[in-house]
């Protein structure tokens, strides 16, 4: 019996279930400025980010775990006066967080992320570093080895640059960062 407990004390890291990784599939949402008169909107854009996570607790209903993520560069038309413009809108960040999920018949979590924004404008643009809070519900399906997990994420930045038509051309691409990403989160626990 005295093996048989330590053989399950030394295995149970094992099924723990440490590492994430998945592909969020979110639709982000800009801001709309006027700029000399002219209304400026950059159009709402799907856009896929890869995340990995490592539990640095995972005790009964409680997981809470470090994040890394990388989106890439995903452009978007920019509509000038309701017509869209020759010009296009890029963005890509990578971030690192922390998230706290409550474990049930579907998990709940929340937590906060930094990221780093590459914003562009015909090829050129500033580096936006922001906190982010994100919320998620999901559920995760009880396969042997890994497991598997689908859900809702939203997503929205605790920070953002105000515009007004004295502010330089970075400032201004600051202020039509994102505002509010909302989308589909799956991928595997291992």
Known sequence: MKTFLLLLVLAAPLAAQRFEAGLNVSRQQYPTITELGARVEPQDKTVVAA???????????VLFQATAAYQPKAETDVRINGATSATRFGQEYWGVGAMFNFKALLAVGAGVEYRSEKLTLHG?????????ARVNVGYAFPTPLVKPFIGLEAAAPLTKEDYNDSL???DTLKSLAPKVQIGIYGGIRF
Not at 124 to 132: A, K, N
């Open 51 to 61: 995340r990995f996570g490592y539990a640095l607790v995972d005790w009964g209903p």
């Open 124 to 132: 050129t643009g500033p580096s936006y570093g922001r906190p982010w």
């Open 168 to 170: 330089g051309t970075d």
